[in-house]
């Protein structure tokens, strides 16, 4: 039984700078993510602010992008991983093609990018492949994605593939270039 524990953990590449991703209880991501920072790990919830109405006032709330979910820096040590593990509202390690679920630096750079500088995005249905494109100008310079057309216009999806999720960011025709 210990070998299938320790099997199991070494399905985590020793040398990485990727992202692990986590799947927590939904309205718990910040939580969770405070909770990690105090154990000393690097976590990240992307989060958008929308402004809100109740009835007697307005108020700007932070939702985040992927609801029930939280980024956190690769993690070598068993004890560690089972620290976090251990966490409130932590259901476990998101899991793919038969190992543990990670994202690049690189495409949590991107998400950081649509975040600080506040670019309307919205869910969109997930997408693998397609044809490539990078935002030359603009706020989101440097953006790369999926280029996709529909009804509103062109936008560039971001896909997450370990997750199954993507967000797309309108874009203009002048601002992109095929890759």
Request: proline share 4%; net charge positive; glycine share 6%.
């Amino acid at each position: 039984m210990l070998s299938n524990r320790a099997s199991r953990y070494d399905l985590f590449p020793q040398e990485s700078s990727d992202w692990w991703v986590l799947q927590t209880r939904v309205r718990c991501e910040q939580r969770v993510s405070n909770q990690l920072l105090s154990k000393h790990h690097e976590a990240y919830v992307p989060v958008a602010r929308e402004r809100r109405r109740w009835t007697d006032r307005y108020r700007t709330v932070e939702l985040p992008m992927f609801p029930g979910y939280v980024f956190v820096r690769a993690v070598l040590q068993a004890a560690d991983r089972l620290a976090i593990l251990q966490s409130s509202g932590v259901f476990g390690f998101v899991t793919y093609k038969g190992g543990i679920a990670h994202i690049s630096d690189r495409q949590i750079g991107y998400l950081r990018t649509i975040a600080e500088q506040s670019s309307p995005w919205s869910p969109y249905r997930f997408i693998a492949e397609g044809p490539r494109a990078r935002i030359r100008s603009g706020r989101l310079e440097g953006l790369e994605g999926i280029l996709a057309t529909d009804k509103g216009g062109e936008k560039l999806v971001v896909s997450l593939e370990p997750m199954q999720r993507s967000i797309a960011v309108k874009i203009e025709a002048c601002d992109f270039e095929m890759l």
